[in-house]
């Protein structure tokens, strides 16, 4: 066994939570080689349904969980953290569009980054899940300028695994067969899920798939999917946003597969003209703790326009909560 690593996770008594903190304990995100102290915030009020959830926790007698911090101070829930998952924020309702939600969670995301900024790790791995998660994870990195850029992360893995499953399930390929699909851009409805790079079975995915339905029932249904599982289940998704939380810190952690590559949401270095420190999601590779964008990559117009859409979304987003930026 190594010695063990502290992970944070914001939100905890909140649904994706629930289906977050039982597998990170039970090693499926660092490994069953790796125990964890996981330290949970919620606010204050939640703190009891809270205890109960640890109680749980405790219950499993997971040999990789080697203690749990719960609290509703950030200062607490960030200190010497290796690993943090920031979850908590207000889930979207029917009907309402991530923006509605940026002046509200940026409030929470602000003094988050300070906290994680005054007592993290100074390589720890910062994950916002929490919406608008792209724009959110530039709050928390903004308000903290002693770290480097690069330890604040957005998720768009969800969307890159559900691209995954619908490109097997149309080509009757399994979950595996399927390789380098990428989620451009934001996680929000003006997200580009590009199947350009991809292969099925090992040949190029747009082979066998026409462009009536990539166009038309693809691309939609992968950015629209967060809206319709909200519609279905009165709720937005839990347990798969879980998961890919968790796919997305093993592999930034522990590596990407030979062969293929990962989306994340990552600082842009101007890479494919993006602009330059917009969190935007990317192909990715990861090895020994660290992403880099897959470059050279061929952009053709019909991608270049959906890149270019969903970078400006992303920084008009910028300019609504530039006054939540810490001072330089
Ligand atoms: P939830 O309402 O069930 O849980 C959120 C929890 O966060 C609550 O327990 C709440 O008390 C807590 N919280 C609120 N403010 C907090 C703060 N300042 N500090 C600590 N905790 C705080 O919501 P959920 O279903 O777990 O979703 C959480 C977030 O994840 C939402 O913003 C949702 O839109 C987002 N989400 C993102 C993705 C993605 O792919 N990026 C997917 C699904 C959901
Ligand atoms: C999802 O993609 O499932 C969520 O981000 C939906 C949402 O807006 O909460």
Redesign the pocket.
Known sequence: MKAPVRVAV????????YALLFRIAAGDMLGPDQPVILHL???T??LP?LQGVVMELNDCAFPTLHGVVAT?D?NVAFKDVDYALL??????GPGMERKD?LEA?GA?FAP?GKAINDHAKRDVKVL????P?NTNALIAQQNAPDLDPNCFT??????HNRAISQLAEKTGALNTDIRKVTIWGN?SSTQYPDVHHASVKGKPALEQIDQAWYEGSFIPTVQQR?AAIIKARG????A??AS?AIDHMRNWALGTAEGDWVSMGIPSDGSYGIAPGVIYGYPCTCKDGKFAIVQGLAINEFSRARMDATDKELREERAGVEHLFAKK
Request: proline share 4%.
């Open positions: 914001t939100g905890a008594a909140g649904q994706i939570g915030l919620e606010i009020p939640a349904a509703d950030v979850v908590g924020a207000r889930p979207r939600l969670n929470i988050q916002v899940v929490g919406n998660a957005a998720m768009v893995r969800l969307d996680h967060g709720a937005s998704s839990a798969s946003a890919a």
